[in-house]
């Protein structure tokens, strides 16, 4: 969950892992059972990552990108999309037809989002901004992935400050919720 480093180097690694579980979850048995744990393990780093990039990158890549807000608007609605499919998947069997339309629709929104983040969005980041600002903003991240949501609530303000007053609170909500039913364990 926590990588070290700057804000980049923190993002880029958690695309890395992102990308893997995609992997594996490619890999697994179509009706397993392990391919629905694998999904939850995908939704809860996609949803932390998203709610730490909502929090600090975005405002960032507002206030220091000239065309910024357009950027972070873009990047938003994207999220936006993906929570709604990790929200379809959560409600559907590893067996259910729908389930393989969906995670193909899935990975491939979050892989082109990716590519933006990293061959556009990071390389104009690190330009405008002071090595100490992305390693303030590495920390924030860290910080803000730690008591993220680990489900999708796709109705929840993505804008702060709203963003940051209510993601605390259902991260604790969907980590007591993640402890009851064993979700999040990985596979066994």
Known sequence: ??????????????????????????????????????LDR???????HSVAEEQYLYPAVREKLPDGAA????????????E??????????????????????LRTEVRAH??????????????????????????KVRAAKKLAPTRPHPGVPDAPPANKLLAPGLGLVDRARDLLTGRGGGPD
């Open 1 to 38: 969950m926590g990588h070290g480093g700057d804000v980049i180097t923190e993002l880029a690694a958690d695309h890395r892992e992102m990308a893997a579980l995609f992997e594996q979850i490619e890999a697994a048995v179509p009706a397993a059972s392990m391919r629905k744990r694998l």
């Open 114 to 139: 990716i590519r933006e983040e990293e061959n556009e969005l990071f390389a104009r980041l690190r330009e405008a901004c002071l090595p100490g600002e992305l390693e303030a903003l590495g920390e």
């Open 71 to 82: 950027l972070a608007d873009k990047e938003i609605a994207d999220h936006q999309r993906v």
């Open 42 to 48: 995908l939704t809860i780093e996609i949803v932390r």
């Open 84 to 105: 709604g499919l990790l929200k379809d998947l959560e409600r559907l069997d590893a067996e259910d037809r729908a389930f393989n339309e969906l995670f193909v629709k």
